[in-house]
Structure formats: structure tokens, C-alpha cells
């Protein structure tokens, strides 16, 4: 899938708005791929796979588009 980075909390996580959804994508830092956390701003685009956990959706895998 393919979003832009909406929000980045200086904590290590932020928030992808998904194309096509109205609900952003909570994702850690933890699951970028090729990519710091201190290298992403708001409004880059990103891809990333969706995933079910115990507080709903998140994206993992995400990387730079």
C-alpha cells in the first residue's frame, strides 16, 4: 500500500494517511525498512503492509516510496 506521512511524534511512532481512507495508520518505528526515523518528515510518501494487532491496525514494513 502506498500513504503519506501525516503526523511524526518525536517518541518514535507516527501516523500514514492511507489513499482512499479516512482513518490514519499508527506505525512504530521499529518497522521501517531501508529508512531512520529521523530521516522521514511530514507529507513524505511511503509504502508499507497492513497489519492486525491488539489495538487495531498498523503499518509494518514501512519504507520510502
Do not use: C
Not at 22 to 43: I, N, Q, R
Amino acid at each position: 500500500m502506498t500513504g503519506t506521512i501525516k503526523t511524526l511524534i518525536d517518541k518514535g511512532f507516527g501516523f500514514i494517511a492511507r489513499e482512499g481512507e479516512t482513518k490514519d495508520l499508527f506505525f512504530h518505528s521499529k518497522e521501517l525498512v531501508g529508512v531512520t526515523f529521523a530521516d522521514l518528515k511530514v507529507g513524505d510518501t511511503v509504502t508499507f503492509e497492513v497489519v492486525e494487532t491488539e489495538k487495531g491496525l498498523a503499518a509494518t514494513k514501512v519504507s520510502r516510496a
